[in-house]
T-cell receptor
Framework: GAVVSQHPSRVICKSGTSVKIECRSL??????MFWYRQFPKQSLMLMAT?????????EQGVEKDKFLINHASLTLSTLTVTSAHPEDSSFYIC?????????????FGSGTRLTVV | AQSVTQLGSHVSVSEGALVLLRCNYS??????LFWYVQYPNQGLQLLLK??????LVKGINGFEAEFKKSETSFHLTKPSAHMSDAAEYFC??????????FGKGTRLHILP
């Protein structure tokens, strides 16, 4: 079945530095991947839709310059949190699917716990 | 705009008892609906999905959900709770552009 790998699972960084999170579809090609953010004991908030070979589509209120998304290949999307601050600390989860939610439902990565100190 | 409302942020049931997690949706077009489960510090696992076929959907781990258009509901049930069912459950809806919008989640507690 479809497997999505997310790396790293945990990262601690200093305030002001940048962190890159990778999301890979291991056994399928994903033209679209999604990035979510989850605060403790809360739901997942869609941040952006990552489109292979084109610019990402960001949800309202999400800073494009702060959360850089690159989807350079059909199996890899990256989220870079630039100039990270403690308020960026959160659980970030990516998802990808073969034919979209209507066909398959999406497979989710195991998430990345980001802590900015 | 599409949305889902999960009634009850916490639900406690005894082991062996019926599990019922409630979800109501709002959508301007026939929706596709999902239930996901999340264990601590992990990603989400798809339990089941409704994609306009049978209204009663059976999923993994003995869970099922019934789509009721008249009630705009998609409640999740399991006849007999197991300790391993303790987790966070999310109802979700997809309307267009394949984006999935999640409810706030329900924490299921299983009492021994």
């Amino acid at each position: 079945g479809a497997v999505v790998s997310q790396h790293p699972s945990r990262v601690i960084c200093k305030s002001g530095t940048s962190v890159k999170i990778e999301c890979r579809s291991l056994d399928f090609q994903a033209t679209t991947m999604f990035w979510y953010r989850q605060f403790p004991k809360q739901s997942l908030m869609l941040m952006a839709t990552s489109n292979e070979g084109s610019k990402a589509t960001y949800e309202q209120g999400v800073e494009k310059d702060k959360f850089l998304i690159n989807h350079a290949s059909l199996t890899l999307s990256t989220l870079t949190v630039t100039s990270a601050h403690p308020e960026d600390s959160s659980f970030y989860i990516c998802s990808a699917g073969l034919g979209g939610a209507r066909s398959y439902g999406y497979t989710f990565g195991s998430g990345t716990r980001l802590t900015v100190v | 705009a599409q949305s889902v409302t999960q009634l009850g942020s916490h639900v406690s049931v005894s082991e062996g008892a019926l599990v019922l997690l409630r979800c109501n949706y709002s959508s301007s077009v026939p929706p596709y609906l999902f239930w996901y489960v999340q264990y601590p510090n992990q990603g989400l696992q798809l339990l089941l999905k409704y994609t306009s076929a049978a209204t009663l959907v059976k999923g993994i781990n003995g869970f099922e959900a019934e789509f009721k258009k008249s009630e705009t509901s998609f409640h999740l049930t399991k006849p007999s709770a197991h300790m391993s069912d303790a987790a966070e459950y999310f109802c979700a809806v997809s309307e267009r552009n394949d984006k999935i919008i999640f409810g706030k989640g329900t924490r299921l507690h299983i009492l021994p």
